[in-house]
């Protein structure tokens, strides 16, 4: 079974508050690699100040049942109280083209 | 040099539009393979459809000036006309956890 996909765009302002963000997700993130079935989880920041969304979460997860537990729980609640607006939900790969379009696995980025 | 991540997120419902969207992206993505620097695509669509976003694109690209000229191209805009809202964006990765935190590569699905 392939894994879940969870992206997670996030509204936060260019405006200087990076680092309060980071440590932020770094706590959430150091709790959810706890819960069972969580897999991995890759942060992305915009190179562009503009860009809509500064930054976007994404991760791995077993399933979705171990995903909505682990966000479910009220440890993460408390870490995830006062964050940026953002909008999570789960993913599957439905199309791929290029250097993984056979696997179905993600791709290297030695190429 | 890590490549660049674009990651699109798409304003698509969830109201039978599917095929008409998968037929747009998978013409774009194949003219943007055609293009220097374009390195991969993975399209995702949501599980739930409530959704905010239905379909994210993630795309690897050797560089922001092989994207920005390959998406400014003629062919490009033409194929893209008409296309639901969406926010592209190219991003880098800042931090990760889990099964990469040491390489900086993105993650086997396979565990």
């Known amino acids: ?4 996909v969870l ?7 260019a405006d200087g508050s990076d680092a309060e963000f980071l440590a932020g997700w770094q706590a959430a993130a150091d709790y959810l690699q706890t819960q ?7 942060l992305h ?6 860009a809509r969304f500064r930054y976007v979460n994404v991760a791995l ?4 049942q171990s995903f909505m537990a682990a966000v479910g ?12 607006p953002n ?17 179905g696995e993600p791709v290297g980025g030695a190429s």
């Not at 992206?7 to 302002?13: L, M, Q």
């Not at 920041?45 to 503009?50: E, G, K, L, T, Y």
């Not at 909008?87 to 696997?103: M, R, S």
Request: net charge negative; aromatic share 10%.
């Open 1 to 4: 079974m392939p894994d879940m």
């Open 7 to 13: 992206i997670n765009p996030f509204e936060v302002p």
């Open 36 to 42: 069972p079935g969580f897999v991995s989880a890759r």
């Open 45 to 50: 920041r915009a190179v562009r100040p503009d």
């Open 61 to 64: 997860w077993e399933s979705a």
């Open 73 to 84: 729980s009220d440890g993460f609640r408390a870490l995830a109280a006062g964050t940026a």
């Open 87 to 103: 909008f999570p939900a789960l993913y599957e790969v439905v199309a791929t083209v290029g250097a993984d379009t056979t696997t």
